[in-house]
């Protein structure tokens, strides 16, 4: 069965609290947190104080996706503040087995994020050694984004991949997910699914959510 993910990037920050109640209620399984640097991205996010207020109101995981440059020196305070899994992006360090190894020894689970242009060959050395890879299905920096159509073939290949060196390996899928392709991107092989505005904006979140179980079940 697959994990759904929603974004709080989408929610109303002014309620944070409310939305993240309302997603647990409605059977999501992580929270997804997007933390943005204004460097790795365009865009400016939130940081550790959110992800400990978030880890004080739900036990959902906590998904923290960490679009920032030098991303070891922030690591720690994320895993301090209640992440569960920490993904950090393939572009953003020189010394990504390092980092990797970094996140496992703090006790979290270690993911790996690929901008939609970046090979899966470049996690070929460190795919066993990894919880999940993210498949950026739009370039990283806001949400509300059109789903890139090269990245169905992406997944696949990195499933195929997975098959031989990691079997247990998650594939999340992060980027202008909709109820009109999240069929498309599981078949091809991701079972944790990021939806923002699909969810968050739509007019019964949880009815989104259950539509989105009952189209991939
Ligand atoms: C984009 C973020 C995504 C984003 C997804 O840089 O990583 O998680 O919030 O939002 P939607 O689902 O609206 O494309
Ligand atoms: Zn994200």
Redesign the pocket.
Same mark, same amino acid.
């Given at each position: 069965m697959i994990k759904i993910a929603p974004?709080i990037? !989408?929610s109303d920050f002014s309620r944070l609290g409310e939305e993240v109640r309302m997603i647990e209620e409605a059977g999501a399984d992580y929270v #997804?947190i997007?933390v943005?640097d204004g460097r790795f @991205?365009p865009n400016i996010t939130v940081g550790p104080p959110v992800v400990l207020a978030v880890r004080k109101i739900t036990n959902m995981v906590l998904d923290v #996706?960490l $679009?920032i440059v030098e991303p070891d020196k922030h690591i720690k305070s994320f895993i301090d503040a209640g992440a569960d899994i920490v993904c950090i992006h393939q572009e953003a360090t020189v010394h990504l087995e390092r980092n990797i190894q970094y996140i496992k020894s703090l006790g979290a689970k270690a993911a790996v994020s690929l901008n939609p242009a970046t090979d899966i060959d470049t996690l070929k050395y460190v795919l066993p050694d990894l919880d999940m890879v993210l498949i $950026?299905s @739009?370039n990283? /920096?806001? &949400? /509300?984004?059109k789903y890139i159509k090269f990245c169905t073939e992406k997944i696949r290949s990195l499933r195929k991949m997975a098959d031989a060196m990691n079997p247990g390996l998650d594939i999340e899928v992060? &980027? &202008?997910?909709t109820l009109d392709n999240i069929s498309e991107v599981v078949a091809a092989g991701a079972n944790v699914i @990021? !939806? /923002?505005?699909?969810i968050y904006k739509s007019k019964n979140p949880a009815k989104t959510i259950k539509k989105m179980r009952e189209m991939t079940d």
């Open positions: 974004s990037l !989408a #997804h997007d943005m @991205v #996706h $679009m $950026m @739009v990283p /920096g806001f &949400g /509300g984004q992060d &980027g &202008g997910i @990021v !939806a /923002g505005s699909s």
